[in-house]
């Protein structure tokens, strides 16, 4: 996974990954000299032909406080998919989020968003990890009970609130693309598809609001502080990475693998992350 190196421009930090496959007279937005160390360089060389570059977004590909990819960004992306090498985007924003700073390319980038837990190629679902639904009710209950009362649950559809505070609904949507706003509800129930990540706004509190919920549910799901947000969720950034798959021309999707159902008060570990495999 390239991260921070791509700051101020992509298309030089690939210089220092293709090197090894580029033609010395093609592909101008390749070309360029890289500003990496030599260690840095030869730690990515590909030792085979590259199929996949990843990068995580905000504070990478798109600097603090910038609202837009520079073209530069966009230029070397799409060289890499004349190459046949697809990019791939990690990130905790949504899926319709992060296709409009892409819309402009030829061809879409794959997309890991909700820090993983969903993996889309164009309109299509290649991967998710759902989170039981005896889990989610569970969950949802103890984080409405928190002052705050508002619980925002993710699936490949979209973003659910379950919520009577409008405030909470604004915070949620604040983080949304403005095409695909949150749609409220009463119960998990009335979420249709599988759920694939659990949040709740703490404001301030979200340290304190982790450290009393990870004793119990650490156990069964990643948790993780995402700025004012506590978010629960069975994937990581890394999940995100399929093997070979992603890359293939046929672009075949992914079965979704569920989660060995256990007792949400046992003492059983939390169990490992599912791959998107076959």
């Not at 490949?156 to 706003?181: K, M």
């Amino acid at each position: 996974v390239v991260r921070g190196e791509l700051r101020e421009a992509l298309s030089e930090e690939i210089a220092a990954t293709l090197h090894e496959n580029a033609e010395p007279a093609a592909d101008a937005a390749l070309r360029p000299a890289p500003r990496v160390s030599g260690a840095l360089a030869a730690h990515y060389a590909p030792r085979t032909p590259l199929q996949l570059i990843a990068s995580d977004l905000d504070g990478t590909l798109l600097p603090h406080g910038q609202q837009a990819l520079e073209p530069a960004v966009l230029a070397a992306i799409a060289a890499l998919n004349a190459r046949g090498i697809r990019f791939c985007v990690l990130s905790g924003r949504s899926g319709p989020d992060l296709a409009g700073f892409f819309s402009s390319l030829p061809q879409s980038p794959i997309f890991g968003c909700e820090n993983g837990a969903l993996v889309f190629a164009g309109d299509r679902v290649l991967c998710q990890f759902p989170l039981p639904r005896p889990l989610c009710r569970e969950l949802t209950a103890q984080l409405l009970a928190e002052p705050e009362g508002g619980v925002s649950l993710t699936t490949a559809a979209g973003c659910f609130v379950i919520t009577q505070n409008e405030e909470f609904v604004r915070r949620v949507d604040a983080g949304l693309s403005p095409a695909a706003p949150s749609r409220r509800v009463g119960a998990t129930e009335d979420i249709p598809g599988e759920i694939v990540k659990v949040s709740a706004w703490f404001g301030g509190r979200a340290e304190d609001a982790r450290a009393r919920f990870a004793p119990v549910w650490t156990r069964y799901v990643n948790l993780r502080v995402s700025g004012e947000w506590l978010e629960f969720s069975r994937a990581h950034k890394g999940t995100a990475l399929p093997p070979a798959e992603l890359t293939s021309p046929a672009m075949r999707p992914m079965p979704t693998r569920p989660m060995t159902p256990l007792a949400l008060r046992s003492s059983s570990p939390r169990p490992a992350a599912t791959t998107c495999s076959r």
